[in-house]
């Protein structure tokens, strides 16, 4: 895949999701690196902690080319508004109601936020063109490894047929690389569909399983194991996603004529993961350990008393492990920080915030 340059030094860059786990950190990193302009776009909802939500927005407030807008991007005036306003460079969409369980009880969320939502910010782009303007240079979205559903083949490639979803989440995700691709082709929008592999870190997200048995263990409550622990999971540390997505930013596809005189579609996929799927128990393990070291629970703590393996879930797949050879090749990078390494920024970070 041919790819260009777009700066991110200057001009307006819009980031949906922006109080979000992934987006507030991304929103940092380009505030303390470059100049431009960030607006960051979030409907605060409350599907899991707000205060969360507005911890990491008040470490972005802290920039003064931060702006911050709050709206849903279902609504259509709200994203032409700030399209017409801001005329962003480059798009990062990562607002989407995310996690598989979910919507299994809420599949509504899932429609408006990745499918009704998704569509304004591609009709956005489309019009971001109109009259000649410049427009959007490169639309990055967030894609999941989801999509690959109960895929046999590991590890998972780009190339495989991901046709089967196993939950709404994956479909909608699956469903946005597709409407990507359509835009891509009939307008010329530079877009790059990212698949990422569990994301964990920092002021992460309280309905994953790291945070949510840590929150649980705490509590003296039992954790439990899905799938008698016999997962492998690709978990990726928040700042390799993010040196990945800021990378992948930077080189939007090229945009080329094919022999019939049509544009060929400037649009790819790429996965960002760690390469390197852990067994859950192991994970368990290393998260207990590095629990106790940051002082989150005593060292004498019975962990066996408080955890319990349960058959897996709906919705739920037995392994995810991402292919990067595709990252690796066009951007130089691979997600690299060890699990325990991240782990342990998490458990320090977690002590700080909560105790
Ligand atoms: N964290 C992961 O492990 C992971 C894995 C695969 C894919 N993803 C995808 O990456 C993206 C970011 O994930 P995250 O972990 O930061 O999740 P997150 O829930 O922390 O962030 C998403 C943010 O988007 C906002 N939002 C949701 N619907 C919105 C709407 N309609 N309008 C405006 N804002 C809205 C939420 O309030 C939230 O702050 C999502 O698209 C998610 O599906 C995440």
Known sequence: ????????????????????????????????EADSHIIGVDNMNDY????????????????????????????????????????????????AQAGVRYSITN???????????????????????????????HLVYASSSSVYGSNKKVPYSTEDKVD??????????????????AYSKLYNIP?????????????GRPDMAYFGFTDTLRAAGKIKIFNYGNCLRDFTYIDDIVEGVVRVMRHPPERNVGADGLPLPPYT??????????????????????LVRAGVLPEDYDFDA?????????????????????????FGFKPHTPLREGLRKFAQWYKEFYM
């Not at 777009?6 to 380009?30: D, H, Q, S, Y």
């Not at 205060?51 to 994203?79: H, T």
């Open 1 to 32: 895949m041919q790819v260009c340059d777009v700066g991110l030094e200057k001009g307006n860059i819009l980031i949906t999701g922006a109080a979000g786990f992934i987006g507030a950190a991304l929103a940092e990193r380009l505030l303390q």
């Open 107 to 137: 599949p509504g969320a899932y429609i408006n936020s990745n499918i009704i939502g998704f569509f304004n910010i591609l009709e956005a782009c489309r019009h971001s063109y109109d009259g000649d303007a410049h427009g959007v240079e």
């Open 191 to 203: 877009s790059t569909g990212l698949r990422f592999f569990t994301v964990y870190g920092p002021a």
């Open 164 to 181: 089967d979803p196993v939950s709404l989440y994956a479909a909608t995700k699956k469903s946005d690389e597709l409407l990507a691709h």
């Open 306 to 330: 408080h955890k319990e393996l349960v058959p897996m879930q709906p919705g739920d797949v037995p392994v995810t492990y991402a292919d990067t050879a595709a990252l690796e090749r066009d």
């Open 269 to 290: 996929v790429y996965n960002i993961g760690n390469s390197h799927p852990e067994n859950l128990l192991d994970f368990v393990d290393i998260l207990q350990q590095e």
């Open 48 to 95: 899991y902690d707000v205060n969360l939500k507005e911890y990491r927005l008040a470490q972005l407030e802290k920039y003064q080319n931060f702006v911050f807008l709050r709206g849903d991007i279902s609504d259509k005036v709200f994203v032409d508004g700030v399209f017409g306003q801001y005329l962003p460079s480059v798009v990062v969409n990562l607002a």
